[in-house]
């Protein structure tokens, strides 16, 4: 039954006895956590293989016969990039191979942007203060990249197709509007893959010259279900209204490897990956090829990848099912939570009761259990209505996730009847 | 004989004969390359056990247990922090380990006090056109970054014992002038190392609050003489004088292990090294750790470092060796030509005769040998008098390298005869 149908009195009994189940899990001595959106050993053991190398020219040259241990290929090994491409059904000419994290590539591409504008466009530093459109709930890291780098966040709301495009299309109409960042397959954190009825709005509004979407495609073939999203082709929609200089795609090894030493990527339109090259150019002599070899040599292609990812899958799917079953049986009807079952990525993002969010972080805190920041999933950790929380299940054991996910149960009716009475 | 004592008789006699030579060498179709500073062959062999890993623990736990395939340790694991602080005696607490390129970590924190400033002051975009002091013959790379980054470059004299000190100090004067950057041990590449008395007159010198010296040690143990050169510890002497922040100090292991695939470092003041771990923080979520573990595996700590610096060396002794008995039997008492024979580093750094370092890197590249290019050793790759080339003995076999100075010692004379003619 609804909560907002139950008496005062019936809500009052109902809050006995859940303070009477808050209580026993707040006596257990529990030390729980929801919040780490990493891979669990289990994950980090499929790619151990990677581990392995030897002394052997098989190590060191490439299939070009270039010495990786060297100086050189400054925008990665063909081999890498070759993977990639396959991957992502993006030209191998589009594509440039960092180091090991794609956080870092669209870090430095946005200083870029700031320092050096794009396009014969000024530098956005130049411009006035520049200001990004951030679809929210989204990525805390995309939002402090961004306030790092002097830029003024616009927050708008992530609906179940991507973000709200009637939104964004009038926000992006102001010149000083320079981009938009966004995870768009398995959105972090709402799961949420953009249609693409948004990528071809996304591709065709009007916006600055120099409007940039960063594409964090970090969850590109990151599925655990039989029937995984599929993400539009944004080059080719983009292409079709003149407007693939708008999007810089990123991506990584880094869940499908090891996150602390995996391989990053960017593509781009030809003239885009142009200047991308040239600053990266200036940047660093070359990132580290031996790490992009020993990937190339495990990875070896979008089969083998996809393979990897379904091993990864076996582990994560039992994680995310427990998500659904417990959230489902627990808070179905009442009419004080909604959330998206994802069909990949590492996030379930819970709606709790407006005014809530935060309530309920501390109520589970106090029990225990350490979640994300209530508001963290916000531009300047703001969540205007204070409803928004995101869990990892990925990172715990079954049976520690599957307490927390009654405390959780527990601590967001708690918080409702809190505010209801 | 000094040619400027010679007859123009004796000068067009001396040409005829070599021109002789020199046609000689040209029709003898050779192809050789003086302008790879990078390691050779031999050199990249003595790190192959760095190649060395297996799928077990030992490769991928750190000294405190941390999992390093996953995220975390964004500041860098404790083994290679302690490793590069035995090796250049600074604090661990000071020290950021990053990822395979010290260029890269430069750029950034270049970019950084551009778009955020340090210490509480403006932004460098704020301040206006900033302009940064580039000791010359010096590092192209140092140059192209501040280029890049919008910054203006002004050149001072590289002296035997640093930069000309009157002229630094005269610019750092104005407020606008934000730094300088510099390879202060075997400086690139007039291989000299700057004095107690340049580091103390950098320390105590009059300059804006945000003034801040890139002090790019990529040589820091890169003795090959058994006199090697002593960089004066630039941190002890700057706290003397309360400017430790003026101070970024940069070094990687690319010329100890592998330059395609190393480890890199800055050391700051207490005050720095917290603005650049936080900014760091945001960039990325952290650098490859396992290779920072591979690296603390094999170098073990700064007595093996020494060692294995040894074996470089003697791989690259007989390499300046040659140059060193070339140049001066070729070249000494002429009055055309000087340069400084170095106790470590990559390179050596040769003047020619005012006007005449085009003409020479021309009859070279007509004759099949590559130079770096005339006038890359300076900001705007205007070098002034038009004098100096920048000679990169390590990478060619000695018996080239043999060959090209030959050819080299002919190109200087011609082109000196020429002009004088």
Same mark, same amino acid.
């Given at each position: 039954?609804?909560?907002?149908?139950?008496?005062?009195?019936?809500?009052?009994?109902?809050?006995?006895?859940?303070?009477?189940e808050?209580?026993?899990?707040?006596?257990?001595?529990?030390?729980?956590?929801?919040?780490?959106?990493?891979?669990?050993?289990?994950q980090?053991?499929?790619?151990?293989?990677?581990?392995i190398?030897?002394p052997?020219?098989e190590?060191?040259?490439?299939?070009?016969?270039?010495?990786?241990?060297?100086?050189?290929?400054?925008?990665? $090994?063909?081999?890498?990039k070759?993977?990639?491409?396959e991957?992502?059904?993006?030209p191998?000419?589009?594509?440039?191979?960092?180091?090991?994290?794609?956080?870092?590539?669209?870090?430095?591409?946005?200083a870029?942007?700031?320092?050096?504008?794009?396009?014969?466009?000024?530098?956005?530093?130049k411009?006035? $203060?520049?200001?990004?459109?951030?679809?929210?709930?989204?990525?805390?890291?995309?939002?402090s990249?961004?306030?790092?780098?002097?830029?003024?966040?616009?927050?708008?709301?992530?609906?179940?197709?991507?973000?709200?495009?009637?939104?964004?299309e009038?926000?992006?109409?102001?010149?000083?509007?320079?981009?938009?960042?966004c995870?768009?397959?398995?959105?972090?954190?709402?799961?949420? $893959?953009?249609?693409?009825?948004?990528?071809?709005r996304?591709?065709?509004?009007?916006?600055?010259?120099?409007f940039?979407?960063?594409?964090?495609?970090?969850?590109g073939?990151h599925?655990?279900?039989?029937?995984?999203?599929?993400?539009?082709?944004?080059?080719?929609?983009?292409r079709?209204?003149?407007?693939?200089?708008?999007?810089?795609?990123?991506?990584?090894?880094?869940?499908i490897?090891?996150?602390?030493?995996g391989?990053?990527m960017?593509?781009?339109?030809?003239?885009?990956?142009?200047?991308?090259?040239a600053?990266?150019?200036?940047?660093?002599?070359?990132?580290?090829?031996?790490n992009?070899?020993?990937?190339?040599?495990?990875?070896?292609?979008?089969?083998?990848?996809?393979?990897?990812?379904?091993?990864?899958?076996?582990?994560l799917?039992?994680?995310?099912?427990?998500?659904?079953?417990?959230?489902?049986?627990?808070?179905?009807g009442?009419?004080?939570?909604?959330w998206?079952?994802?069909?990949?990525?590492?996030?379930?993002?819970?709606?709790?009761?407006?005014?809530?969010?935060?309530?309920?972080?501390?109520?589970?805190?106090e029990?225990?259990?350490?979640?994300?920041?209530?508001?963290?999933?916000?531009?300047?950790?703001?969540?205007?209505?204070d409803?928004?929380?995101?869990?990892?299940?990925?990172?715990?054991?079954?049976e520690?996730?599957?307490?927390?996910?009654h405390?959780?149960?527990c601590?967001?009716?708690?918080?409702a009847?809190?505010?209801?009475?």
């Open positions: 039954m609804k909560y907002s149908l139950m008496s005062k009195e019936e809500l009052k009994e109902l809050m006995d006895s859940l303070s009477c808050y209580n026993s899990y707040k006596n257990s001595g529990i030390s729980l956590d929801l919040s780490r959106g990493k891979p669990n050993k289990d980090l053991d499929l790619s151990n293989e990677l581990l190398s030897e052997t020219e190590y060191y040259l490439d299939e070009k016969g270039f010495d990786c241990r060297n100086y050189g290929l400054g925008d990665g $090994t063909s081999e890498m070759r993977i990639f491409s991957i992502f059904n993006i191998e000419k589009n594509i440039l191979v960092g180091g090991n994290s794609s956080l870092n590539m669209m870090f430095d591409n946005i870029r942007l700031m320092l050096r504008g794009t396009c014969g466009h000024e530098p956005w530093v411009q006035g $203060t520049v200001k990004f459109i951030c679809p929210a709930p989204g990525y805390d890291r995309h939002f990249v961004l306030e790092t780098l002097g830029i003024e966040l616009i927050t708008v709301d992530m609906l179940s197709d991507g973000p709200d495009m009637d939104a964004v009038k926000l992006a109409a102001d010149p000083l509007v320079k981009g938009l960042i995870v768009p397959k398995y959105s972090n954190p709402t799961g949420v $893959t953009f249609s693409e009825t948004c990528v071809r996304l591709s065709s509004m009007k916006a600055a010259p120099d940039r979407i960063i594409w964090d495609n970090a969850y073939i599925d655990f279900t039989s029937t995984p999203d599929e993400l539009p082709d944004v080059f080719k929609i983009s079709e209204y003149g407007n693939e200089d708008r999007f810089l795609y990123f991506s990584s090894t880094s869940k490897t090891f996150p602390g030493g391989i990053a960017a593509a781009a339109s030809d003239a885009n990956i142009a200047e991308m090259r600053y990266m150019s200036m940047q660093t002599i070359g990132f580290d090829k031996l992009q070899l020993r990937h190339a040599k495990y990875i070896k292609n979008k089969e083998n990848a996809t393979k990897i990812m379904a091993r990864h899958a076996e582990i799917k039992p994680r995310f099912d427990l998500c659904k079953k417990i959230l489902h049986e627990g808070l179905d009442l009419g004080i939570a909604d998206y079952d994802p069909n990949g990525g590492y996030f379930v993002s819970l709606n709790v009761m407006d005014g809530c969010a935060k309530r309920v972080w501390t109520l589970m805190k029990c225990g259990v350490a979640m994300t920041g209530a508001g963290a999933t916000y531009p300047y950790k703001h969540d205007p209505r409803r928004n929380l995101r869990l990892a299940p990925t990172y715990s054991t079954l520690d996730l599957e307490t927390t996910l405390i959780l149960v601590c967001v009716k708690l918080a009847i809190e505010k209801m009475l």
